[in-house]
């Protein structure tokens, strides 16, 4: 089944500096790569995602690249303010019309960013 | 619109007790799903559900029932709870793709359970 790896398990950055996350999966059939962010005391939410036939996706001061033949895709923020500490986990499943497979979960990422 | 909503937030049991776990969505998802979190281990899923009365076993079912009796509602169950069943535990939904075109999971915020 499908495996997904996730690093940093910790990351502290300064305001205003970019975080870089990535996570790497096992099963080359997976086509679907959300990440969630996860604040203290509530539950994950989805922040962005990208299918397979994609390479990058950015959204405002977020953005996930994608690497099939390395099987690798990574999150990155820019100009990153406090509100960004958080927990990121990125996922991978096989997702096709009327059907999908679980999310696998990475083990997550906790990001402070210090003022 | 609440999305998915989990009841009760917080409980204590002690070892051999049982509870039942509530989640509810009104986003008529297809797909539910009953995850357990514990630090430094993410996410493991424990039990999903494609659809009303279907349930099936996730990544680490033991120790653990769900029911499916209606589409919005997706219960979770523990017969004689365990301190290794002490999580912060995590309903989410989804629907299954297009024409809807979401392919993403709404959580809820959350059920901490301590087992003592």
């Known amino acids: 089944g499908e495996n997904v790896e996730q690093h940093p398990s910790t990351l502290s950055v300064q305001e205003g500096d970019s975080a870089v996350i990535k996570c790497t999966y096992s099963d080359s059939a997976s086509n679907y790569f959300p990440w969630y962010k996860q604040e203290l005391g509530k539950g994950p939410q989805l922040i962005i995602d990208i299918r397979s036939n994609v390479g990058e996706k950015k959204d405002q001061r977020i953005a996930v690249t994608l690497n099939k033949t390395a099987k690798h895709f990574s999150l990155h923020i820019t100009e990153t303010q406090p509100e960004d500490s958080a927990v990121y986990f990125c996922a991978a499943s096989i997702r096709g019309w009327g059907s999908q497979g679980n999310l696998i979960f990475g083990k997550g990422t906790k990001l402070s960013v210090k003022p | 619109n609440a999305g998915v909503t989990q009841t009760p937030k917080f409980r204590v049991l002690k070892t051999g007790q049982s509870m039942t776990l509530l989640c509810a969505q009104d986003?008529?998802?297809?797909?539910m799903y009953w995850y357990r979190q514990d630090p430094g281990m993410g996410l493991r899923l424990i039990h999903y559900s494609v659809g009303e009365g279907t349930t099936a076993k996730g990544e680490v079912p033991d120790g653990y029932n769900v029911s499916r009796l209606k589409k919005q509602n997706f219960l979770l169950g523990l017969e004689s709870a365990a301190p290794s069943q002490t999580s912060v535990y995590f309903c989410a939904s989804s629907y299954p793709g297009p024409p809807a075109g979401h392919y993403g999971y709404t959580f809820g915020s959350g059920t901490r359970l301590t087992v003592v």
């Open positions: 986003m008529n998802h297809e797909y």
